[in-house]
Each structure stands twice: as C-alpha cells, then as structure tokens.
C-alpha cells in the first residue's frame, strides 16, 4: 500500500468531510450513550451517505441492520469511527488499513497520555499510518461536523441540539468538548460553521494537514484553531502560509502559558523565550490571529476578512461614538493593548465643521450631545473613513442600537462598503443590531474587551516573508563550543565582538597582549558554558602582575567549584563598556523551528522579561521592528536629547545572527550573544561573551 504522504489533501478533504459511506465500529443500540449518538446524529441531520453499523452482538442497532465486522461490509467504507474500548483500537485499525479504508476517526482515549502501555499503543497507530494509505484522526478525537452535508459524525454531546448553524468558517480544535461549545455559543449569537473537527492527540493527521486539505473548499472562507499546545510546527506554518496566499484568515486561541520548557531551558534565550512566547511569535509571523478572549472567536472573523494577512496597515484608530461612557471604555481597552485612538487632523476637523457635525471633535468625536440622527452619523462615518490619518474607524453606539437601531447602526451598515475597516461596538444588549451586523458580514462586538482584542489581534500579525521553512526539528541532546570557538563561529557570521586572546591555564606568567589594560580574564572551556557560576571570571584587570594573580584565581576556583571538569585556556579580552547591553540568542524549536530573540542584557535578562521574537531568519528590517518592540532600548533611542545607540548595527548584527535558520551547514542548535554592547551611534556593536550548542555527536 501507499505511505500515507503520498495521499492527496483532496482524498483527506473527501474523506473527512465529504465521505459516501460511513462505518460505526463499536455503535451502540442506546441513543443515549456515547457509542450510539453518531447513528442517531446522522440520521436526524439528514445525511445521505451509506451508514454501517458495526456490532457483532446484535442483529439490528437503532433499527437498522447491524453488521459483524468490517469485513463483512458489502464495500470498503470512506471513513471509520471507531467508538470501542481502547484494548481494541489498534486491532481495528489494523483491520481498516488492510481494507484499503481511507481514514479512521478514533474516539477512545488512553494511549500516550495514560503512560508506557498507552504510549506503545500509540507507537503501532503511528507505525500504521506510515506503512499504509490509512489516515488517522485521533486518538481522543470527538468526532468531525459538516453542516453543510448533514455530516454529525460525533459522539459530543452538545450535537443532540439540532439545526447546526451553516457559515463560512472552518474549526479545528485539540480539545473535542470545544467543537460542541464552539457550536452551541455561535447559535447565540447567529455565528455558524464551514465544518468544525475535533484533533485529538494528532498521532498522525494534524490540525495543521487537515486545514491545508481544506483549502480548495469554496464553501471555508476562514478558520479557527482552538490549540492546546503547538504541535506539529511545520504542518501548521505550511498551512498558515498557505492561507495567507488565498486570503483566508486563521484566528487561534491557544491556551498553555506553560513556564515548563524555559525551567530546563540551557541559555537565557530558553529560559526568557517560553513555550507561550515562541507560540506567540510563530503565530503572528504566520499572520495568525491570536486572540485572548474566547468572546472574541465569534467576532473576529469579518474585521480579519477586512483586512488581508498580506496588507501592510497602521494602527491609527478613529472613534465616533453616541455614547461617550461607552467609548472610554473602548478607548481604555485599546490603551491596555498598546492601541491609542488617533484624535482627528485640523482639516479633517474642518471638514466634520462645514458638514455641520455638532458634536465635540477632541480625540473621541462625541455625537451624544447633539443626539443621534441617521444623516449626522452618516456625513461623520463618511468623513472619518475618508481622512488619511485614519487605518480604522471604530462606531461606538449607545441605546439607540437597543431600540432604534436606523438612527446610528443603519448609516454603519450603510457606510460597510468603504475600502476602510469600520468597526462597531455596541453598548447596550441590542440582539436585532447584533444579528443585522453580523448577517451583513460587518465587524460588531458586544464588549468593549472583545472589540479592543480583535482589534489588537488584527494588527499584531505579521507576514515574515524571510523566516525559514525547513521542518522543525526535533529535541537533541547538545554539546557546548568553548567561548573561543562561538567567535570563530561570530566573523562567519559578521557578528562584531570584542578582540581575544587565549593562554593555556597553568601559564604563570602571560605575555604581553595585543590590546591595553584593563582586561578581563575567563576561563574558556566547552564543558563550561557557565563561567560565572564557577568563578570562572576576573574583571579589572590593570596590569601584568594582575593578570598573573587572574590567572592563578581561575585556576584556585576551578579546583574548588569544578574538580574534574576539563579546561585547559584562560580567554583574556580588553574591558568596553557600551552605552547598554542586550542579548541576541537563536535556538531551533522543537515544535516551532528557528527563533531569534532580542532582550534587555546582562543581568537583566531574566529579571526583566522584556524581549522580541521572531520566527528566523529575519531582515534588517524585522530586526528594526524587534528593536522598537524592546522597551530598554527606548532609552538610547536619542529621545530627548539622551545619547543614541548605534541600533542600525544592533539591526544588522541581529538579522546576521538569524542566518543561522539557513546556514544548515554550521550545524547549531542554540546561540546567544548576552551581553551585546550597543555602542554610541557609528560606532557599531560589540559582542564581549557567546554561547553555542551545537547537536551532540
């Protein structure tokens, strides 16, 4: 049989939303139980494939003809749902690859997560999946929705609610209780769905594959992941891509802050750049919407569709508003997530003055005074969508949406057609405006929260077009350069570092050097990559005798803190003192591939946390952003007459280091420069102390 990478994403598509014929292994003659409702959802929501029921104990199972096995079916069934106990899963699916079935869904749970039994049981899905055309979905796997065929092949619960809402948006989701919630909250607020898939534990289809089979759907203008973790890296970002190409936004709500990974992390990169923050990062360079607020899932969806993955867009927001409580609270929200509301130019203040729009033009345009009128807020939305200091305009309606809904949420339907974002946030629970909005596709919210998330979620994605695609790699064990190596390793790179020279460790008297006092003295080993926690750093060095008593402290301290612990040279490098410090490190992700990071240096690093990541490699012009985004480096940003760093080198120095994501054959893991000093302007920067882990042989 064919391995399963040579089946096409249409087969998948096919297969897992479209099938014709459809077996239930394991399906119960109890509705109410979890192994009979896909019978019974199939069955009420019209769906005209072929259904088989599978129970070799009964004859008949909800009153239809049950069959003994799959090897019995009169043809090879599209898709399996196998619904039996655990102990009997990896037998069935066995069964279905040497039948030639082209995807089983498995509901049980108990494999990798339930310890060494569970995780060899998972081992032979996998083993399966590799060696034949079978695909799997699952293991944990609820189940897969298509409102659009009748196809309810789930045993969640939330399904025995008829009627699931049709739209436009595709769901897959880790956690299967989430595609029912997903569901049932979307009914609510009018929201429906393209389809919506429950993951599971991924031991072969992922959420990345299965929504890059989607792609060519007509029927998916968008999708929704619901992520526990980031699994299955590259999958996902070949994905995400993808869709940004075709125009069709990913919105994802991940959970997991885990600090887990940066405990056992080897470098200050690991430790600052956390699972989450790596999470972060990789979704937004894939141009993904992360939102924080489950709220806002529902919401979203139209103001992405506004504005393209692809487009270049400011941030600079307009508000118009019926209600001037209403507005601070949006206004507020925006201030929390670093988004301030853009007051309107003197021409465009003239021009809302010879329009005759009465009400008060400071940074909010407040029409509460003058009352709210359809004409009033249609010239104001037309005047403010029209004015180029203005990327998006925000309507912020009061009671009016609740009980006359022409007078100010009709003109904003009205003015939907402008090229520019218009977003509307209504204050009162006014479920006619909200459904008017939402059925003619404009960006409506019913929090200022959830508005001000959207919003932000919006405008934080970014289209790294450099960032490597290879594959993410694996977790390896790694081995240490010495300090002396990593700079050899920097001028490949053209990372600038301060000058070095190297003694064996018993010298007792070093020679002259080739750069002026005063000087520090490291011991320089690669079974020693942190040299301060042995006491394996002398600073201040004034003259030769010093350097001689350094000598004879490094080798008294290495005695002491690291008997055994083989290091033969001494590095001795001139002291430079910078205008400030910061760190660069890169480092292979399991899960997310090559990252680079900026942060505040030197002791700093890990006290503060104030940091910028981006998928690697990166351009000088991505490192510019990473710059404007660390907080510290304001300071010598030349503001307000304060002495300037040389930030275009740190820019350079920053995307140089990030090659390192296509420069295969330096075969690195992990490399941080910390501290970097950034130098007064023109004068560049200086690398003083490097670390690199390369794979262990």
């Known amino acids: 049989m064919p391995n399963n990478t040579e089946t096409s994403s249409s087969e998948i598509c096919q297969a897992l939303l479209y099938p014709k014929s459809i077996a239930l292994v394991g399906a119960s003659d109890d509705a109410k139980k979890t192994g009979g409702r ?6 009420r929501s019209g769906y005209q494939g072929t259904v088989y029921p599978i129970n070799p104990r009964r004859a008949e199972v909800q009153g239809e003809k049950a069959w003994p096995s799959l090897t019995a079916l009169p043809e090879v069934p ?6 039996s106990p655990t102990d009997t899963v990896v037998d069935t699916v066995k069964e279905c690859a040497q039948l030639g079935v082209k995807l089983v869904t498995i509901l049980a749970s108990g494999f990798s997560e339930s310890g060494p039994e569970g995780v060899e049981r998972e081992n032979q899905l996998r083993a399966i999946a590799e060696s034949s055309g079978l695909r799997i979905l699952g293991p944990s796997s609820l189940g897969v929705v298509n409102p659009n065929n009748g196809l309810v092949l789930t045993a969640n619960a939330a399904f025995a609610e008829p009627d699931v809402p049709k739209g ?11 595609i029912g919630a997903l569901v049932s909250r979307g009914k609510a607020r009018g929201v429906g769905f393209a389809g919506l898939v429950s993951v599971g534990s991924e031991v072969d289809l992922s959420v990345g594959e299965i929504c890059a089979a989607t792609l060519d759907d007509p029927s998916i203008e968008g999708y929704v992941l619901f992520l526990e973790s980031l699994r299955h890296g590259d999958q996902l970002q070949a994905f995400a891509r993808e869709a940004a190409k075709r125009g069709k936004p990913v919105i994802a709500y991940k959970l997991g802050r885990s600090s887990a990974a940066a405990e056992m992390a080897a470098t200050h990169t690991g430790a600052l750049a956390g699972e989450d923050d790596i999470a972060d990062a990789f979704l937004k360079d894939l141009s993904v919407v992360r939102v924080e607020m489950l709220e806002t899932l529902f919401e979203v969806f139209p103001l992405a569709k506004k504005v393209p993955a692809q487009q270049k867009t400011g941030k600079r927001v307009a508000v118009v508003t019926t209600t001037g409580g209403g507005a601070a609270m949006v206004v507020d929200q925006l201030g929390v997530r670093g988004i301030t509301v853009q007051p309107p130019s003197a021409e465009t203040i003239a021009k809302l003055q010879a329009a005759e729009i009465p009400g008060n033009a400071g940074r909010v345009l407040d029409l509460t005074l003058a009352g709210t009128k359809y004409e009033v807020m249609m010239k104001a939305l037309d005047i403010l969508l029209n004015a180029p200091e203005f990327d ?20 904003i339907m009205d003015s939907a057609g402008h090229s520019k974002p218009l977003v509307t946030m209504l204050v009162p629970d006014a479920p006619n405006a909200l459904a008017q909005l939402t059925q003619a596709d404009i960006p409506c919210f019913r929090t200022p ?3 001000a998330d959207a919003i932000a979620a919006v405008f934080a994605r970014r289209t790294q077009a450099q960032a490597a695609t290879v594959p993410a790699s694996k977790a390896a064990a ?5 300090e002396a190596q990593a700079y050899e390793l920097l001028d490949v790179l053209q990372v600038p570092h301060a000058a070095s020279v190297t003694f064996p460790l018993n010298t007792e008297q070093p020679a002259t050097l080739p750069f002026d006092f005063p000087v520090v003295a490291k011991v320089c080993s690669e079974h020693i990559p942190h040299k301060t926690e042995v006491g394996g750093v002398v600073l201040g060095i004034r003259n030769q005798e010093e350097l001689a008593a350094a000598f004879a402290t490094l080798r008294s301290n290495l005695q002491a803190r690291a008997p055994g612990v083989p290091c033969d040279q001494v590095l001795v490098q001139p002291m430079r ?46 490192a510019k952003e990473m710059i404007a985004e660390v907080k510290m480096l304001q300071t010598v940003a030349g503001l307000r007459g304060k002495a300037k760093g040389d930030l275009d080198a740190l820019a350079v120095t920053i995307s140089n280091l990030s090659q390192l994501a296509v420069r295969n054959e330096l075969n690195v893991a992990e490399a941080e420069v910390n501290p970097l000093m950034v130098m007064h302007e023109g004068e560049g920067v200086l690398a003083v102390d490097a670390l690199v882990m390369q794979p262990a042989a």
Request: contains cysteine; hydrophobic residues 45%.
């Open 577 to 622: 003192k910078g205008l400030t410090e910061v760190l660069v490190g890169y480092r292979i992700d399991p899960d997310a591939g090559p990252i680079i990071m900026l942060a505040a240096g030197g002791i700093w690093a890990e006290v503060m946390r104030d940091r910028s990541i981006r998928l690697a490699p990166v351009s000088v012009e991505t």
């Open 78 to 83: 599209e898709h399996v749902f196998v619904l």
């Open 38 to 43: 896909p019978q019974q959802f199939l069955r």
């Open 392 to 411: 998006m305009v925000i309507a912020v309606v009061g009671s009016s949406a609740r009980f006359n809904p022409d007078l100010a949420v009709k003109p």
């Open 168 to 178: 436009k948006v595709f769901v897959a989701s880790h956690s299967g209780s989430m």
């Open 449 to 451: 929260e959830s508005c």
């Open 478 to 482: 790694t081995r240490a350069l010495s």
